[in-house]
């Protein structure tokens, strides 16, 4: 690097010897002032274009080092990213095998809900009558959504196990409803009254005919007028028309 200051000290020995030196050329003063004027002069753009490059060098080491740091960021980053994509591959197989598991449970369980309402179907057939109409309606229905390929097969395993709960909460509860039936090849219209399953009753609307289904035979009896009370306090208590209580009801005991 130059500076003005280091300059003067030789330029000036060299004034002396110009003015003073024996056998060289008179100068004037003021040709060599101006010659080390444009030295100075060229010294300081000298300094400026090395001050420029000097700025220009640290700036590019500077923009240098920030690359290495985003170069850094990026290798960290893309091994986040390679880890990443090694889990989803992972999970990828995983579902790829649950997927093959779900079929082959779907093969399986077809058949076994077909059996199963089925065995539904006969289990009511074989049953007390009551709600029959209802109840076979509900195998039908059963029997439609397994056709229908809209319907996930978890949501038609569910529709056959709820099936099956209200057949169990049939045999727990007590329930009356207005319908018809046949008694020695007539036609009534008869209040029944269905207890859980250990009794299906029924009673006229006047009163006046009390009966119970009889399961063995597979056909309607009448019973006494001793039960007239009892079923009509029972169809009364199923309704919520009056509050619970112990009734006498008949049971038919096989031999």
Known sequence: MFSTKGLKV?????????????GVAAATLVEVFAAAERINEQAKASQTRIDALTEETREL?????QVLKEIEGLRVYNAQLDRQIANQEREMAEIG????QVTVIERQITPLMLRMIDGLEQFIALDAPFL???????VDRLRDI????????????????NAYQ???????????YSGKIEIDGAERIVDVLQIGRVA????????DETGMWNNSAERWEFL????????????????????????????????
């Open 10 to 22: 030789p330029l000036i020995a060299g004034i002396a010897t110009l003015v003073f030196a024996p």
């Open 61 to 65: 080491y500077d923009d240098y080092k």
């Open 97 to 100: 095998e649950s997927v093959d």
């Open 132 to 138: 029959r109409d209802e109840r076979e309606q509900r």
């Open 146 to 161: 397994m056709e229908r390929a809209d319907v996930a097969v978890s949501e038609k395993f569910s529709q056959v196990l």
């Open 166 to 176: 209200i057949e169990n909460e049939y045999g727990r509860t007590i329930g009356s």
């Open 200 to 207: 299906l009753l029924f009673q006229t609307s006047d009163g």
């Open 224 to 255: 006494d007028d001793s039960y007239q009370s009892p079923v009509r306090d029972g169809i009364r208590m199923a309704r919520r028309q009056a509050t619970l209580n112990l009734l006498p009801v008949p049971i038919l005991v096989e031999d």
